[in-house]
């Protein structure tokens, strides 16, 4: 699908304008800005055309115009996409499609533990209003306070508790959707069993807006936590940090969260970030943060969980040091110390991000082999990873040598990245683990992928987006069908 003309922008902005409200349309540039640029500053697009609808049929109507004039809609929530799979193509041939007036919960079910939440609501709102209920919904991220429930849904979201409630295709039990012709896919009942053949819901998940756009889900609650425990651990190596895993889940399914941290990324967190400091009082080369919950005040309370199953790993040689936060304040200053590695990094200098995945079982060597494997290719940077050791998805960062300037990563991006990558497939694993394609990582979809991938991609694409209408350029590159000019 070719850009739109400005002719054709035009006429849909007036069709919509008369169809649903003058309300339902942005032409002002300024006011459209800040939604053409991606959360990291990476990519920058055009759109003279913003729209805005409040309901699903609004949403449905606008789709079937902008079918009818041949405009792309590029779907829109918080825009915290971390590859640019929310940002409008630099030609200013397309439209946004903001989803972010569509702002109703429209229910919480506390005894069937779930809500229907609107495209719109954002994810720190959803918490706060399960939590109202006594109940919580088990997805939380850096963005919480911006990421909204379509945008979770469109990129299938990780986050820090996909070690025991998987990610947001696990919790999505239902969607709403308006396909490319405007027609409205109904599937927010959460049904436990339906065999109507291919599962639209799932298809939708973690498609990027290019195959329809999200206006509601149904998504699964489970009950408030009742008390939490936080532990920092020193062990040797990620294969103790693995075998320490290994033995939390054999005792317990009351561990939530279990991320992994290279000392030299403690080190940045300690020198870059203000009011951190280290939580053990001796060196070590790898650390693990992990959180377990209790939902029920009759259940063992999580710090003696934690205390009998460190005890354990202390006796196997698994655990050098362990510390159990007291207090709330506590919790949060070790969470602190994980969720603050990307903010020092950014502050150390130039960096490559990469978002992996490979079995849980190879990560350990995946981690220590991966970084020295670029280190040699690279002479003078510096690779680790650090994250979700649990689910098998770390996020390997590749540092600039000391000294390098901004531009270092524009300049180095097209040798690290593939030989990154390549090592990712090469361990069975995956380019993108939560974060999605988009359009930083569409190429390299394209190279690594077998062909049956591609294929199923595209022919997928192109039979429910035959015009190539919903975010194009994102996820995956349609070639021209037989008669397309």
């Not at 400091?277 to 919950?293: D, K, M, S």
């Given at each position: 699908m070719a850009a739109a003309s400005d002719a054709a922008i035009d006429a849909l902005a007036a069709a919509v304008s008369a169809a649903i409200g003058p309300d339902s349309v942005v032409t002002d540039p300024e006011r459209i800005a800040p939604w053409l640029t991606d959360w990291r500053g990476r990519y920058h697009g055009a759109a003279r055309l913003l729209l805005q609808p409040r309901t699903t049929a609004a949403v449905a109507t606008l789709v079937a115009l902008a079918a009818r004039h041949r405009v792309p809609l590029v779907p829109q929530g918080g825009n915290t996409s971390m590859v640019g799979g929310a940002t409008p193509p630099a030609s200013g041939g397309a439209a946004i499609l903001s989803l972010r007036r569509m702002q109703a919960i429209r229910r919480i079910d506390p005894a069937a533990s779930l809500a229907v939440a609107e495209a719109g609501v954002i994810l720190s709102d959803l918490h706060a209003a399960a939590l109202e209920q006594g109940r919580r919904f088990p997805l939380t991220l850096g963005a919480r306070g911006s990421a909204t429930i379509g945008g979770l849904v469109s990129t299938n979201a990780g986050g820090t508790q996909v070690l025991r409630f998987g990610t947001m295709r696990a919790l999505v039990l239902g969607l709403e959707a308006v396909l490319p012709d405007g027609s409205i896919h109904d599937g927010l009942a959460p049904l436990k069993k339906d065999n109507r053949g291919y599962d639209l819901t799932q298809l939708l998940v973690g498609a990027e807006g290019t195959l329809g756009v999200v206006t509601a889900a149904t998504l699964r609650l489970v009950p408030a936590i009742h008390a939490r425990a936080v532990a920092w651990v020193g062990v040797a190596s990620p294969h103790a940090a693995l075998d320490l895993l290994r033995l939390c889940e054999a005792a317990t399914d009351a561990v939530e969260s279990f991320e992994v941290v290279p000392a030299h990324s403690l080190s940045l967190v300690l020198t870059h970030i203000p009011a951190t400091?280290?939580?053990?009082?001796?060196?070590?080369?790898?650390?693990?943060?992990?959180?377990?919950?209790a939902s029920d005040g009759r259940a063992?309370?999580?710090?003696?969980?934690?205390?009998?199953?460190?005890?354990?790993?202390?006796?196997?040689?698994?655990?050098?040091?362990?510390?159990?936060?007291?207090?709330?304040?506590?919790?949060?200053?070790?969470?602190?110390?994980?969720?603050?590695?990307?903010?020092?990094?950014?502050?150390?200098?130039?960096?490559?991000?990469?978002?992996?995945?490979?079995?849980?079982?190879?990560?350990?060597?995946?981690?220590?082999?991966?970084?020295?494997?670029?280190?040699?290719?690279?002479?003078?940077?510096?690779?680790?990873?650090?994250?979700?050791?649990?689910?098998?998805?770390?996020?390997?960062?590749?540092?600039?040598?000391?000294?390098?300037?901004?531009?270092?990563?524009?300049?180095?991006?097209?040798?690290?990245?593939?030989?990154?990558?390549?090592?990712?497939?090469?361990?069975?694993?995956?380019?993108?683990?939560?974060?999605?394609?988009?359009?930083?990582?569409?190429?390299?979809?394209?190279?690594?992928?077998?062909?049956?991938?591609?294929?199923a991609l595209s022919a997928i694409k192109r039979g429910l987006d035959p015009d190539n209408l919903f975010n194009p350029g994102k996820l995956v590159t349609l070639a021209p069908a037989c008669g397309d000019q």
């Open positions: 400091r280290a939580p053990l009082a001796t060196a070590h080369p790898w650390h693990v943060l992990i959180e377990a919950v063992e309370p999580p710090a003696a969980l934690l205390e009998r199953l460190l005890a354990a790993g202390f006796e196997r040689g698994l655990v050098g040091d362990a510390t159990i936060a007291t207090s709330e304040a506590q919790a949060e200053a070790l969470w602190k110390l994980r969720d603050s590695i990307s903010e020092a990094e950014r502050l150390s200098g130039p960096a490559l991000q990469h978002d992996i995945s490979v079995p849980v079982a190879g990560m350990p060597d995946f981690m220590i082999d991966g970084a020295a494997a670029v280190e040699a290719a690279f002479p003078g940077t510096s690779a680790g990873a650090f994250g979700h050791l649990g689910d098998g998805n770390v996020h390997f960062h590749v540092r600039a040598p000391a000294g390098a300037g901004p531009d270092w990563v524009a300049h180095n991006v097209g040798r690290i990245t593939p030989f990154v990558h390549d090592l990712v497939v090469a361990a069975g694993g995956s380019i993108s683990a939560e974060h999605g394609i988009g359009q930083m990582k569409r190429d390299e979809l394209a190279r690594l992928s077998a062909p049956a991938r591609l294929h």
